[in-house]
């Protein structure tokens, strides 16, 4: 055994645990003995990155001589952990919050003191450079008393890729409890102990997956007021805190790293508010370089704030000094992090209360909240049906009649819960933005969960819109019309993530089909109307007030009319059609990217010639991937999305007895009305 004072382990092998594992082998005197985590494959997986050992529980890791434990899981399982880790005889490092329940808290204060042991948690941005820096700014006198302070903190979450929901996106007071913390320990060292905090909070859509995505909190302290914002609209992201006092005001951006200051001065006001203007624009051109030269240098690397915290915790343990962050003053922060996220909880649940599900459904339909998935929801609700909605948010305002049941299609106990009891299953959810994480999660996984619902409940029929992108473009010029014979894509990850997620999920229902799944394939062509714009990329892009388009503008376009594809969804539930078939849904218009500028008053377009643009994509894949990044432009893509081809009907008379109904001319009329 190591005679190192001090052995570090780890419990929880989520991010968080990279830069506690990086604190620790920073620090000459403290050795890390190995880290522990419920699920063994992301332990493996961890371990395998960082080279360290894996222990199957907290008692092994304890008897292979760690006596200070960083306890890293979700908050409400730090108690319990923390807990047993001071009857163990370890010393304690918890990450923020400490506990979701302050009594908990309080407990494992008077069980450290009696155990004799040092406890800590992780309020990193009270040694974060910037913060230390402005903090002594503040000590030194020179902006006088402190009266106020705000903090606007933007954040985003890492992509969904399904599974299990994470924390922040199952739990609806979860983002307060995990940013807004950070807020309330530094106001309160700002301007003393809290004595109130009154928050609201709001669902805007910047995360869909967040049951609320904007919070905005005022806290009465004892030495003033402070306010802070949550953002997860905003852009672009932001981290600022500005401090008011009597003789000065301080602006700190964590993100850029710089601070700018205006001071209050015996000069006349314009000529203070001239100086001040000066140095507050002056101070980031200094700051930002040094700033960037830093963080080069490495100096200062990613969780700074952390780091220090860490090394300061094992310097003082060392000098038989009390933690700069107590357990009691987090306990104290923690209970007013509680009373807000608790509300936010109960008002959330009180929500989904409002939308229960019924035994029994004859349609359910995902992705309801989209242009497509909505127009068939809308359809089967004016036909008199009984209809259940998948959507990802509690709706605004919800059709009359209509069963909602929210979550994400990622989840598979969301997707579970929400085809149970349902007869027909129309999938027409999909992830249709971001990378291939969000792309995974939506569409891969999410129709993945659909099928194994659909399996474990025994649903009639499973509607699966699939996609035209699934087919080999490239492949496919000189072979004539496009029908459901073309070859699939051999190259779906140059395509782009909506391509490989749709071809992979088609896959999953074309097999699952195969085994005795009752379902029918639908692959809509080039949608619009119902919200869905008809001049997009496919077609022409805006620039300088003129459509720009790629390539000659002859390409022919597949188009299909939104209410008829709802046609055609509803004909394929009318002929029960299950043994996995395969219907394209075009209409067979045969109009061009100039034709539809010109149907839709878009004037006269400028064309790019082909050449041009192929060659712009093959340069476009140099420097990107010299960073090993593809390339959005890159020329397989190009080739693919301007491949000369024609569009067939397909099978669909044949098996649906479907002819669009409204038509492509008649749909560019209707959407130039809307419009």
Not at 18 to 30: G, K, Q
Not at 391 to 401: H, L, Y
Request: with cysteine; proline share 6%; hydrophobic share 45%.
């Amino acid at each position: 055994m190591s005679q190192a004072k001090f052995r570090a382990g780890m419990i929880g092998a989520g991010n968080i645990c990279e830069f506690h594992v990086a604190a620790v082998r920073a620090l000459p005197d403290v050795e890390l003995v190995g880290v522990v985590d419920l699920d063994p494959a992301r332990a493996a997986a961890f371990a395998a990155k960082h080279q360290v050992t894996v222990y199957p529980s907290l008692a092994a890791l304890v008897a292979a001589g760690a006596n200070v434990i960083h306890v890293l899981t979700p908050p409400s399982s730090h108690g319990a952990i923390a807990k047993a880790a001071l009857e163990a005889g370890c010393h304690v490092v918890l990450e923020k919050p400490v506990t979701e329940d302050p009594a908990e808290g309080r407990a494992l204060v008077a069980l450290a003191k009696a155990k004799g042991k040092t406890i800590t948690v992780d309020h990193s941005l009270l040694f974060d450079p910037q913060v230390v820096r402005a903090l002594d700014a503040v000590r030194s006198g020179s902006l006088g008393q402190i009266v106020s302070v705000d903090i606007l903190r933007g954040s985003e979450y890492p992509p969904y890729q399904g599974g299990p929901l994470p924390p922040h996106y199952r739990d609806a007071g979860y983002p307060f409890r995990d940013i807004g913390v950070h807020c309330l320990y530094l106001i309160r060292e700002l301007l003393g102990p809290i004595e109130g905090v009154e928050a609201t909070w709001r669902s805007l859509g910047g995360d869909p997956n967040l049951a609320f995505d904007e919070w905005r909190a005022v806290v009465r302290c004892q030495r003033g007021l402070g306010e802070f914002q949550l953002s997860w609209n905003v852009k672009p992201m932001q981290s600022q805190i500005i401090i008011h006092g009597t003789k000065g005001v301080l602006r700190v951006d964590l993100f850029a790293m710089f601070q700018g200051k205006r001071a209050s001065t015996p000069l006349p006001k314009a000529a203070e508010r001239l100086i001040n203007a000066f140095t507050d624009s002056l101070q980031p051109l200094i700051d930002v370089p040094i700033g960037v030269y830093k963080f080069v240098t490495k100096e200062v690397q990613s969780y700074q704030g952390l780091r220090n915290l860490i090394a300061d915790f094992y310097r003082r343990l060392a000098a038989g000094e009390p933690p700069a962050v107590s357990l009691e003053d987090a306990v104290e922060v923690v209970a007013w992090v509680e009373q807000v996220a608790r509300a936010a909880d109960a008002e959330h649940a009180a929500a989904l209360a409002r939308f229960p599900l019924s035994a029994k459904v004859p349609f359910l339909v995902t992705g309801a909240s989209g242009a497509l998935g909505g127009a068939v929801l809308r359809r089967l609700v004016a036909d008199g049906k009984r209809v259940r909605a998948m959507v990802r948010r509690i709706p605004g305002n919800p059709i009359a009649g209509v069963e909602y049941a929210i979550g994400n299609l990622g989840d598979p106990a969301a997707v579970d819960r929400a085809v149970k009891g349902a007869e027909t299953v129309i999938h027409a959810g999909a992830a249709m933005k971001g990378g291939w994480p969000e792309h995974l999660g939506g569409t891969v996984v999410g129709t993945q969960n659909v099928i194994d619902a659909c399996k474990k409940h025994a649903v009639t029929q499973l509607v699966h819109i699939s996609s035209m992108s699934v087919i080999d473009w490239a492949g496919s010029v000189g072979k004539g019309a496009i029908d459901e014979s073309a070859a699939l894509e051999p190259r779906a990850e140059e395509r782009g993530a909506y391509t490989r997620a749709k071809l992979e999920a088609e896959r999953a229902v074309s097999a699952a089909a195969a085994a005795g799944l009752p379902c029918v394939i639908l692959r809509p062509g080039q949608i619009f109307g119902g919200g869905i714009p008809l001049v997009n990329g496919a077609v022409a892009r805006r620039a300088g007030g003129r459509w720009l388009i790629l390539g000659d503008g002859q390409l022919e376009l597949p188009l299909v009319y939104i209410d008829d594809v709802v046609d055609a969804i509803l004909a394929a539930v009318g002929k029960r059609l299950v043994k996995g078939e395969i219907i394209q849904l075009i209409d067979g218009a045969a109009l061009t990217q100039k034709d539809v500028l010109e149907l839709t008053g878009g004037g006269k377009p400028i064309t790019v010639p082909r050449a041009v643009v192929f060659g712009l994509g093959k340069l476009s894949e140099l420097p990107l991937g010299a960073l090993g990044k593809p390339s959005p432009i890159a020329l397989y893509r190009l080739r693919s999305a301007l491949a000369r081809l024609s569009w067939g009907t397909g099978k669909a008379e044949q098996l649906l007895g479907w002819k669009p109904r409204v038509g492509v001319h008649e749909g560019i009329r209707r959407a130039q009305e809307r419009h």
